[in-house]
């Protein structure tokens, strides 16, 4: 009689066992497509910001190059990068490649960073991020317009020791009380920039620039052909 009381409870607690493990899969499944529904919308928004001059912004979302992985590591990713193209009259005349900040105060700091293909920035905005309310989130442009002010910049101007924070020298205003944000972001905006450049080719074609330049090769991250030929 023991026995078999016992055998029901173990059955009972086996059962409850796995309708909780499936409630709480479904749970993880429904947010984990929540939070991606919310970060593919945040791009969209951002890539009508970064790039509001050209037309079909929209299609950025659809018009993507997959990156390798070794070049997506070189941009932060842990997991393999989509490019999105931008084009005018067939052309590819700016991409947005995301980047990762991973030294932000309270951990990455997802950025979409907007490239025209002479090199200079489109503009750069947030996609993710925990930086503390208040203080780091002036990254985001519903705090301040920090962010803007990478508009128009490039390796040249400023100059390269110029991409850091005031408080280190550079061209940058940080933030009142938080520091370690900016310089973050302001690092790793560079960073992109010099991969844009060291694997151009990957993104535009040297025919399709005005002033074509032979791509540098970026430490372990090799340059390769033209990868934008399957979307002509």
């Known amino acids: 009689m023991l026995g078999k009381s016992v055998s029901q409870n173990s059955l009972i607690l086996g059962l409850f066992a796995l309708v909780t493990a499936g409630i709480l899969a479904l ?15 945040a791009a969209q928004r951002a890539f009508l910001e970064l790039l509001p001059d050209l037309p079909n912004s929209n299609s950025l979302l659809d018009n993507t190059l997959t990156l390798s992985k070794i070049h997506s590591t070189a941009l932060g990713l842990e997991t393999i990068a989509e490019v999105n193209v931008a ?27 907007g490239i025209y293909a002479d090199g200079s920035l489109s503009g750069v905005r947030v996609l993710a991020h925990r930086e503390t309310p208040g203080l780091g989130d002036k990254i985001e442009t519903k705090k301040s317009d920090w962010i803007l002010g990478f508009r ?48 151009k080719t990957l993104f535009i074609p040297e025919t399709d620039v005005d002033s074509p330049q032979t791509p540098k090769s970026t430490p ?13």
Do not use: C, H
Request: proline fraction near 7%.
């Open 27 to 41: 749970t993880y499944q429904g947010t984990a497509d929540k939070i991606a529904l919310e970060e593919r919308r």
């Open 87 to 113: 084009r005018k009259n067939s052309q590819p005349v700016a991409v947005i490649l995301p980047s990762v900040a991973p030294d932000g105060y309270s951990g990455k700091i997802k950025l979409a960073v």
């Open 152 to 199: 128009g910049k490039s390796l040249e101007q400023p100059e390269p020791m110029q991409w850091q924070v005031k408080k280190d020298g550079g061209a940058f205003d940080q933030f009142t009380g938080a520091t370690i944000t900016p310089r973050a972001v302001v690092r790793r905006v560079k960073q992109t920039l010099e991969f844009y450049r060291a694997n």
């Open 220 to 232: 372990g991250v090799p340059v390769e052909g033209d990868a934008l030929s399957q979307y002509r």
